[in-house]
């Protein structure tokens, strides 16, 4: 695959009809100078991602077969199985340049051994039998709903599931309970119902009709109801021009992270909003020691 230039990547487009194939190509025109940017490529096995149509029996074989499932965005009824990154018609281009945004983050920022964790929780959702199976859900949800993990309660709102769950990931690893919303009405539910040390936002949820990550910051931060109880709030989104950081300060977020998240700035924002992090945080003298001892068998 090429390399990424100036975090600039290349995009094929596989199947479509002459119009969407247009409006696609049009859009990451549009978009080339934010960052990452998109640039239309013909090539199935070369590019740096793929956006397929999922309702082509053809272009679905063809993607599977050249071993580019998972760094694919599907459009579609349906997706493959093992597939990371899919989304029902009508098609949003907008929200293709999130998802592709969110496989970047997956690609630079995990781990190998969170990559392998995000990707088999992803595939084992879809591993129901043949090549193709019906996830007629709005996102890969089904392995992600609910609270995971022991410690201290924390939030991620995130409509897109990979994004969703590399956070998820991370954050139980370094000892929270997350717990998950996929858009910004079933966050204000969870941020009512539960109480929480910290509240990861993206400013973007769903459709622009709903509440986006900037509107429950408002709300937690100025709104009575959560006076002495509101989170600490960290907008984590890829949105990273000077003014989308101002946006963020105005609405009252502690610590504003960029996508794809850099591991350091991810432990800067837990060192510095949550006093019980130092016993969990991975560079710590005493975790170090611990490691250690348990890298010696003690």
Same mark, same amino acid.
């Given at each position: 695959m090429t390399a990424p230039t100036s975090?600039?990547?290349?995009? +094929?487009? $596989?199947?479509? =009809?002459?119009?969407? /194939?247009?409006? &696609?190509? =049009? !859009?990451?025109? #549009? +978009?080339?100078?934010?960052?990452?940017?998109? @640039? $239309?490529a013909d090539d199935l096995i070369r590019s740096d991602f793929v956006v397929a149509d999922a309702d082509s029996a053809a272009s679905l074989q063809d993607v599977i077969e050249s071993g580019r499932t998972r760094e694919t @965005?599907? %459009?579609?009824?349906?997706?493959?199985q093992g597939a990371m990154a899919w989304l029902q018609r009508p098609i949003d281009p907008v929200h293709i340049l999130r998802e592709l945004d969110s496989l970047v983050e997956h690609r630079q920022?995990?781990?190998?051994?969170? /990559?392998?964790?995000? *990707?088999?929780?992803? *595939?084992?959702?879809?591993? &129901?039998?043949?090549? @193709?199976?019906? +996830?007629?859900?709005? =996102?890969f949800g089904a392995f992600d709903s609910g609270e995971t993990g022991s410690g201290p309660d924390v939030l991620v709102a995130e409509d897109s599931a990979i994004a969703?769950? !590399?956070?998820q990931v991370r954050l $139980?690893?370094?000892?929270?309970?997350?717990? &998950?919303?996929?858009?910004?009405?079933? +966050?204000?539910? &969870? #941020?009512?119902?539960e109480r929480? %040390?910290?509240?990861?936002?993206?400013? @973007? #949820?769903?459709?622009?009709?709903g509440l986006d990550g900037l509107r429950i910051c408002q709300m937690l931060k100025h709104n009575a109801e959560f006076a002495g109880v509101a989170p600490k709030v960290v907008m984590v989104t890829g949105l990273s021009g000077a003014m989308d950081k %101002?946006?963020? =300060? #105005? *609405?009252?977020?502690?610590?504003?992270?960029t996508k794809p998240v850099v591991e350091a700035e991810l432990l800067n924002a837990l060192r510095t909003l949550d006093p019980g992090f130092a016993g969990r945080d991975p560079e710590s003298p005493v975790s170090r020691r611990l490691e250690k001892r348990r890298a010696r068998g003690l």
């Amino acid at each position: 695959m090429t390399a990424p230039t100036s975090e600039r990547y290349t995009v +094929a487009l $596989q199947g479509f =009809s002459a119009f969407e /194939r247009e409006t &696609l190509a =049009s !859009f990451f025109r #549009l +978009a080339a100078n934010r960052t990452p940017a998109y @640039v $239309q490529a013909d090539d199935l096995i070369r590019s740096d991602f793929v956006v397929a149509d999922a309702d082509s029996a053809a272009s679905l074989q063809d993607v599977i077969e050249s071993g580019r499932t998972r760094e694919t @965005v599907f %459009v579609g009824a349906h997706a493959p199985q093992g597939a990371m990154a899919w989304l029902q018609r009508p098609i949003d281009p907008v929200h293709i340049l999130r998802e592709l945004d969110s496989l970047v983050e997956h690609r630079q920022s995990a781990p190998g051994e969170l /990559r392998a964790a995000i *990707a088999d929780d992803i *595939a084992a959702t879809h591993e &129901l039998g043949g090549i @193709v199976v019906d +996830a007629s859900a709005s =996102s890969f949800g089904a392995f992600d709903s609910g609270e995971t993990g022991s410690g201290p309660d924390v939030l991620v709102a995130e409509d897109s599931a990979i994004a969703r769950r !590399f956070l998820q990931v991370r954050l $139980q690893q370094l000892g929270y309970r997350v717990h &998950l919303a996929h858009d910004g009405e079933e +966050a204000m539910t &969870l #941020l009512r119902r539960e109480r929480f %040390v910290l509240a990861f936002l993206d400013i @973007v #949820l769903g459709p622009p009709s709903g509440l986006d990550g900037l509107r429950i910051c408002q709300m937690l931060k100025h709104n009575a109801e959560f006076a002495g109880v509101a989170p600490k709030v960290v907008m984590v989104t890829g949105l990273s021009g000077a003014m989308d950081k %101002v946006r963020g =300060s #105005l *609405a009252g977020c502690d610590a504003y992270l960029t996508k794809p998240v850099v591991e350091a700035e991810l432990l800067n924002a837990l060192r510095t909003l949550d006093p019980g992090f130092a016993g969990r945080d991975p560079e710590s003298p005493v975790s170090r020691r611990l490691e250690k001892r348990r890298a010696r068998g003690l």
